[in-house]
RNA sequence: CGGGCCGUAGCACAGCUUGGUAGUGCGCUUGAAUGGGGUUCAAGAGGUCCCGGGUUCGAAUCCCGGCGGCCCGACCA
């Protein structure tokens, strides 16, 4: 793409590219992920290796999916509460599959001061000095320490179940970060919960996982297949992971949210220990689930197009913006009186129980530009109201999951009255929209030779996106699992749940229980 | 940690082969026009050419060493 730059940059500059983002998804889709969030400004790659800086519209998204996301959590009875950012060392030892699981990831801290060092050019260098007897890992998950306070609060039966979530920021020293998706540090929630039977506690867990689905479906317009993890994708510590795994537009799956029935392995190293109601000592029943910024990235994958991103109404920090068109000085006063207006009318409606948010964008830019910064930004409805619209009454009306030049004119009351129904429209779209494009990429798949195919680029030097979700069948084991990420970097994403119909695995000709859902993941 | 590529203005890059005044586009500032679609014109600000050493009258350019980044692989909530 840049040699095309270089070899005819003036031709490059005069067409003005017929989408908004470059390269489209079908060009290059990681390089246009990376643009969707740059020109929608929600966040930027920070100094600090790995880290990203969130920024407001990226920060307001993240606002308004914590905020929808705690109030089902306060629903189903658990309350916030905040631990503590540094992680002893030894904690993390306690549990062996935990320690061995993360090990590679930690962030280290080993001294609590610095010292000035003078150097030979005259500079002075700052070394790390007062050594710490026992280093502290910045959390990578909290099971450990909220484990050893869960440990000092239960005593009894009676204090069960225990219901904690804390919002919080996490440190997993990655390799290859990806803004939104995979970075080094990252914000999310994390809930944990201890319980007094197994049957309670998988009972929690699979709520928690309800709730993840739902709350994908409802509110980010994702349809998401729930069902359990493998033992090799299983979160480590934990006897069962539920996961709820999202298709994004390239084909691949993501993990949207996972939910962990973690048994007594954490009790029993964490001594969470209560008296029973006949007397006896046992260890609690643990649970832990989370869902990170990464929901930000997967929403951008999921809905964004080649103009940019497309915010579902629920968590758009602005859901309608009013773009004065002001060409004479004469009218100006009385349009932007009128944008003003129709902003006051706006918000007196109600969307999911608040205010419509409405922005009115007086900035003094000329042409569209306006106008394309609020596509990029994927905000749901833009309204032009001009001088012509002032005489007719009318406002212009374009919807951000309709083509850009799909504006239509309406009386300015009419769409005030339909402003909320329009919103749930869009929402209604963008999930029948992913819901059709998951269904027209998920195959059934019988045999080996059908799967390999599925997964295997027609184009190898570059490779197309191909593939999908493959419901096929798999003995149950581990080898089968390995030499098809081998082969083809195929994992099963998840078991889903349901009457599976049993068969024959096609890969090892043994009997199966279920199909289960293969594909490439993020 | 292995293989490849790259460090020049806020961003994207050209210039390096063949050493000789630091460039282009976007963005930014100011002014004017424009105004239902990514607008135009004019003026302007902005650089330790990654760092250190060497060769040379002279280094962004050549040589040596270091540091940093990106991509592919490996690893992975």
């Given at each position: 793409m840049s040699k095309q730059q270089q070899q005819n940059p003036n031709q490059n500059q005069k067409q003005a590219p017929k989408t908004a983002i470059s390269p489209t998804r079908d060009e290059n889709f990681p390089e246009w992920y990376q643009q969707v969030v740059r020109s929608a400004d929600m966040a930027e790659n920070s100094e600090t290796r790995g880290c990203m800086v969130i920024k407001p519209w990226g920060y307001g998204v993240w606002e308004l999916i914590q905020r929808q996301l705690d109030v089902y959590f306060k629903d189903t009875g658990h309350k916030n509460a905040y631990f503590p950012l540094l992680i002893p060392v030894s904690y993390l030892e306690k549990e062996a599959a935990h320690v061995k699981g993360f090990a590679t990831e930690c962030a280290v801290v080993t001294h609590h001061r610095l010292e000035a060092e003078p150097q030979a050019d005259g500079s002075v260098k700052m070394v790390p000095a007062g050594k710490l007897s026992e280093p502290y890992v910045i959390r990578p998950t909290s099971e450990t320490i909220i484990g050893a306070a869960f440990a000092r609060w239960?005593?009894?039966?009676?204090?069960?179940p225990l219901l904690i979530n804390q919002w919080a920021n996490v440190m997993r020293w990655e390799m290859r970060p990806r803004l939104f998706l995979r970075t080094a540090e990252f914000l999310w929630q994390e809930g944990h919960t201890a319980h007094e039977t197994p049957e309670e506690a998988m009972t929690e867990t699979r709520l928690m996982h309800g709730v993840y689905e739902k709350f994908l479906r409802e509110h980010l317009a994702i349809p998401a297949i729930p069902g359990e993890k493998t033992e090799a994708e299983r979160f480590p510590g934990a006897l069962n992971t539920f996961t709820v795994e999202a298709m994004v537009q390239d084909r691949k799956a993501i993990q949207a949210g996972t939910s962990h029935f973690l048994g007594q392995n954490f009790s029993r190293a964490s001594g969470i220990q209560f008296q029973t109601r006949d007397g006896k000592q046992e260890f609690g029943w643990t649970t832990s689930w989370g869902m990170s910024t990464r929901m930000i990235g997967t929403v951008i994958m999921a809905h964004a197009d080649d103009d940019g991103l497309v915010l579902p109404p629920r968590i758009a920090p602005t859901h309608v913006v009013i773009l004065p068109i002001t060409p004479k000085e004469e009218t100006r006063a009385a349009v932007l009186e009128a944008a003003d207006k129709l902003a006051a009318e706006l918000r007196q409606i109600s969307y999911h129980g608040a205010a419509i948010e409405v922005e009115v964008d007086r900035r003094d830019l000329g042409g569209g530009v306006k106008n394309w910064e609020w596509i990029k930004k994927g905000v749901p409805l833009r309204v032009e109201i001009g001088p012509r619209d002032l005489e007719s009454g009318n406002v212009a009306v374009t919807r951000r999951d309709q083509p850009v030049k799909a504006k239509e004119f309406l009386p300015s009351g009419e769409f005030v009255a339909r402003a909320a129904e329009l919103l749930y429209a869009i929402q209604q779209n963008l999930l029948a929209r992913a819901q059709q494009f998951r269904d027209e990429n998920t195959r059934v798949i019988e045999t080996k030779e059908e799967f390999y195919d599925f997964f295997t680029p027609k184009n190898r030097e570059k490779p197309e996106i191909h593939g999908g979700f493959a419901l096929a069948h798999w003995n149950g084991t581990r080898e089968v699992e390995e030499q098809i990420k081998n082969d083809l970097k195929v994992t099963i994403r998840c078991i889903p749940f349901g009457e599976g119909e049993a068969g024959t695995c096609p890969f090892t000709g043994m009997p199966s229980a279920q199909r289960v859902v293969w594909a490439k993941s993020y």
């Open positions: 239960v005593q009894s039966y009676r204090d069960l």
